[in-house]
């Protein structure tokens, strides 16, 4: 079996340390002869790199080569595949966009409504430029992207490469959700094959089905989740954000219960409620960067003083998340062909037949050694197809303004957006987005 040679593009980034342990797991599946970690954070980088090595060490000790680095062209020369995993800003800059928003009076979650738009707006310049240097060095590699907010990123990628078929933009919180569905059946994840349509965190289930029966679990789905129940899916899911987030699922079924909806819906379906829940002085960001982010490096410091995993608390597990695994699972059917179904963001082309055709939808997708296959989902009712239109009408223009340098688009995104949607509003908010942006942002006239 081929060995495979990859680069973590945000290699010091705090979902690192699971997604290495992943590889440790998957190595009979998914065989690999070099690990690169790449980042422009060289200090925090060096942290997850040291931890690396030993991790590699002692679960991994065929692989040949690991590479922690700056340097571009050191990073990406001959690889088999980018898992692009950056944060343009970071936390602070999330923080930032998040207590911008809240001082308007509007949404500031950080793929949503004003903070979505201003990360979106750090994100796309910067990912285009890496696609166009990972290119350089590595014509053919597969550039498995996941970088938030998706959805943005993925219309951008479409335009400015839209012929690199081996350019996929991915999102796990579908995956988080059906981990949820398989925690309430008594069931695995993998037992379950979901039917799917919409936007990156803008979609919903309209079918669980089990693998082996057919059984459709949606029905009996829906009125369990009725009302708000607690599962044990991953640590980061016990986070109190995170379970009032699977807990306010159950009124979003209740007022609407045709499908599933992805959780981030309540952001634009209840954005009165959803800002009323927001705290101006303390923002997930801060939550973030005072929990699982300072947890993840100070685990990090201590496993490198022991100079060891094996025999400590810090064993690795083969659950290591839906995050890290969902990655490995799409790269090791592009490398094995093996055709599996993954929810992909992709271009439509047909496969949601009563919207456009270039609509950057998120689908069920055949994945495979020649890319991936968007499944059919059929039309869709008024209501999800007036909904996605109005978002997707936005993220273009998001994009628009990101590329062309345009204000009046960017305006215009803003109003269109459901968590801001007052005119006087977005031209306040907007200005002040441009400012805090500054150097990040493309110049906007």
């Not at 014509?139 to 400015?160: F, G, H, M, Q």
């Not at 960001?285 to 490096?297: C, F, L, P, S």
């Not at 495979?368 to 009408?393: C, H």
Request: net charge negative.
């Amino acid at each position: 079996m081929k060995k495979y040679s990859i680069c973590i593009v945000g290699g010091a980034s705090r979902y690192t340390p699971d997604m290495l342990a992943m590889l440790c797991n998957q190595k009979d599946r998914f065989p690999l002869k070099k690990i690169v970690l790449y980042d422009i954070e060289e200090e925090r980088q060096n942290v997850v790199g040291k931890y690396a090595e030993i991790l590699f060490k002692e679960y991994y000790p065929e692989l040949e080569e690991i590479v922690y680095t700056t340097d571009k062209a050191e990073a990406f020369k001959d690889i088999d595949f980018a898992l692009m995993q950056i944060r343009a800003g970071r936390l602070k800059m999330r923080e930032m966009d998040e207590k911008i928003a809240i001082r308007h009076g509007c949404l500031g979650q950080e793929t949503c409504g004003a903070g979505g738009f201003a990360y979106g707006l750090r994100s796309v310049p910067a990912i285009i430029d890496l696609v166009n240097d990972i290119r350089k060095y590595s014509p053919d590699c597969w550039i498995l992207n996941y970088s938030n907010p998706a959805a943005i990123v993925a219309e951008a990628t479409k335009r400015e490469f839209p012929d690199d078929y081996r350019i996929i933009n991915i999102c796990d919180m579908p995956i988080a959700i059906m981990d949820m569905y398989a925690a309430v059946l008594g069931k695995k994840r993998k037992d379950l094959e979901p039917k799917y349509f919409g936007l990156n965190h803008f979609g919903w289930f309209t079918h669980i089905y089990d693998k082996d029966t057919g059984e459709d679990y949606l029905p009996k789905l829906r009125e369990i989740l009725k009302t708000p129940v607690d599962v044990q899916t991953e640590p980061l899911f016990q986070e109190p954000s995170w379970k009032a987030t699977f807990h306010f699922m159950s009124q979003m079924i209740n007022d609407f219960d045709e499908y599933l909806p992805n959780t981030y819906l309540q952001y634009y379906l209840y954005p009165h409620k959803m800002y009323a829940k927001q705290n101006p002085e303390y923002t997930r960001a801060n939550e973030v960067m005072d929990g699982n982010e300072k947890e993840t490096y100070e685990r990090l410091e201590k496993i490198i003083a022991l100079g060891k995993i094996h025999g400590t608390e810090y064993e690795i597990t083969e659950d290591v998340g839906c995050h890290a695994e969902y990655i490995v699972d799409l790269a090791t059917a592009l490398a094995n062909n093996t055709n599996e179904i993954f929810l992909i963001i992709t271009e439509n082309k047909g496969a949601i037949e009563n919207v456009d055709a270039d609509m950057m939808v998120e689908v069920p997708c055949r994945v495979g050694s020649n890319g991936v296959e968007p499944l059919v989902a059929g039309p869709i009712p008024t209501f999800y197809k007036g909904m996605m239109e109005n978002q997707y009408a936005y993220e273009k223009l998001a994009v628009d303004a990101c590329l062309e340098g345009s204000k009046k688009k960017a305006l215009q995104a803003l109003v269109l957006n459901r968590t801001v949607v007052d005119t006087d509003t977005a031209i306040e908010l907007l200005d002040d987005l441009i400012e805090a942006n500054e150097g990040y942002w493309n110049e906007m006239n």
